[in-house]
């Protein structure tokens, strides 16, 4: 069984730029949730995806953007970056029927200059 | 929205002890408390859960244990090792499937 990928596992991008990360959910998982981890903090939830749609999004405003595909892995974009926005990136992978159990995958970490 | 208070933020035991971490919330709502732990360099890994229909989950070495009416939750590990040392957090689900986290704890397992 593979677990959750994600892609690239390091990017260095500077202020007003854009960025794209890559999500593949676990196998027969098809709902995708990302998270933002600031150092030295837990994860906060950006937005979940199920059945391509988004479903629930937390206190992130809207140059966060996210897209889910037919075979459930997921991307976030995010424009005009901030420093702020420096952290690691997580996407988690939940079967349908437990959306509430997720599980992470390594992270995408994020620097901004 | 809803606050996980979690406690200790850092934890130092010695090889074979017992290492006890707590959080405290204030959603009745929540029903679904995860603990994971986290290495450097690596994504949060789920360990165990627990669901409010129960009062205790174990699973060799770890169990959690939960308090509904008192609003808190806790991860007990036994007869800790070095490798148990990581960063640990508990969660709960707050609007339905969404999870919110806890700050961490810092476990250091001294050999």
């Known amino acids: 069984e593979t677990g959750v990928t994600q892609s690239p596992t390091h990017l260095i991008k500077t202020r007003g730029q854009q960025v794209t990360l890559r999500c593949s959910s676990q196998?027969?998982?098809?709902?995708v949730s990302w998270y933002q981890q600031a150092l030295g903090q837990g994860p906060q939830f950006i937005f979940q995806?199920?059945?391509?749609?988004?479903?629930g999004r937390g206190n992130f405003p809207p140059r966060f953007s996210g897209l889910q595909f037919p075979n459930y892995s997921s991307e976030l974009n995010v424009n005009a970056l901030e420093l702020d926005d420096s952290a690691l990136y997580l996407c988690?992978?939940?079967?349908?029927?437990?959306?509430?159990?997720?599980?992470f995958g390594p992270g995408t970490r994020l620097l901004v200059l | 929205g809803e606050n996980v208070e979690q406690h200790p933020s850092t934890l130092s035991v010695q090889e074979g002890d017992s290492a006890v971490i707590k959080c405290t919330y204030s959603d009745s709502a929540s029903n679904y408390f995860p603990w994971y732990k986290q290495e450097l360099g690596k994504g949060p890994q789920l360990i165990i859960d627990i669901r409010s229909n129960v009062g205790e989950k174990k699973d060799q070495r770890i169990a959690v244990t939960l308090n509904k009416t008192a609003k808190h939750f806790s991860l007990h590990i036994t007869e800790t090792q070095p490798e148990d040392s990581a960063v640990y957090f508990c969660?709960?689900?707050?609007?339905?499937?969404?999870?919110?986290f806890g700050k961490g704890t810092m476990l250091l397992v001294s050999p």
């Open positions: 995806y199920y059945r391509e749609e988004e479903n």
């Open positions: 988690a992978s939940s079967p349908w029927d437990s959306q509430e159990t997720q599980y």
């Open positions: 196998s027969g998982h098809n709902t």
């Open positions: 969660a709960l689900n707050s609007g339905y499937s969404t999870l919110t």
